[in-house]
């Protein structure tokens, strides 16, 4: 997870900004401040990976604010004035989002902000949707985070897609793995036990529960649809193992 401070003195903005935050996967809000001076108190005691900033700010302005740290984290900055631009990028900024932004526009600075974090890192290795590594037939290795995760296929019970990211959710863990990569690649690398059943679902054949119309039950809070598409594929695979008398 990136931890995200966000700084804005409009609490309405404020309040947007860290809906934002929380409604992608791979942030997290890790503190929100209505100043630049209370967000340089916060960092006195706390680091984090990434500030989403406004610019036009009483007492110390969003520029000022991130020229002033010793070692900046990603910066995204945000404000209801264009002319800052130019600016906000000569402090090496990842992006500028122009106020009133949407979600849409909130969601692309904050893929940019993962290719940067992982590039900076090292672990983009110059591909922006970097494959599985293989380590042998029943697992795969995912970059997570700042991790590169150890998986069983076998323990993998469903695929979830987002945009430019998979939800892995892994048998006993409450939460998924989110890594950058796209369906296809992870098609590509999956046996024939998983199958696509949604443009936005793949999953473990081997851990299904039940089929209740257009949905796949693979537990008692988790149902699945199946998408057009790929009803008579997933039909084909049913007809080939019911038993009737």
């Not at 997870?1 to 947007?16: F, K, S, T, V």
């Not at 695929?159 to 892995?168: A, F, R």
């Not at 006993?172 to 950058?180: A, D, F, M, N, V």
């Amino acid at each position: 997870m990136i931890r995200c401070l966000a700084i804005d003195d409009e609490p309405l903005a404020l309040q947007q900004l860290a809906a934002y935050i929380h409604k992608v996967p791979f942030l997290e809000l890790a503190a929100q401040c209505q100043s630049a001076l209370e967000a340089r108190a916060f960092l006195d005691h706390d680091t984090v990976d990434a500030i989403f900033c406004d610019i036009n700010m009483p007492d110390l302005n969003g520029l000022e604010f991130v020229k002033s740290l010793v070692v900046p984290p990603l910066i995204v900055f945000t404000t209801a004035y264009s002319e800052y631009a130019v600016e906000g990028f000569k402090v090496n900024a990842v992006d500028y989002l122009l106020k009133p932004f949407g979600l849409q526009d909130f969601q692309r600075a904050a893929n940019k902000l993962m290719e940067r974090w992982n590039a900076r890192d090292g672990k983009n290795q110059g591909d922006a949707h970097p494959s599985p590594l293989a380590s042998n037939d029943d697992s795969i290795f995912l970059k997570a985070d700042y991790r590169i995760v150890k998986v069983s296929l076998h323990d993998i019970r469903y695929i979830e897609g987002m945009s430019e990211y998979l939800k892995v959710w892994v048998e006993g863990e409450l939460k998924p793995i989110i890594t950058l990569l796209s369906m296809k690649k992870m098609e590509e690398r999956l046996p024939d036990y998983f199958m696509r059943i949604h443009r936005s679902f793949i999953i473990n054949l081997n851990k299904i529960q039940e089929v209740n119309k257009n949905r796949v039950i693979m537990d008692s809070d988790t149902y699945l649809p199946i998408g057009d598409l790929y009803k008579e594929t997933f039909q084909t695979y049913l007809d080939s193992r019911y038993l009737c008398k």
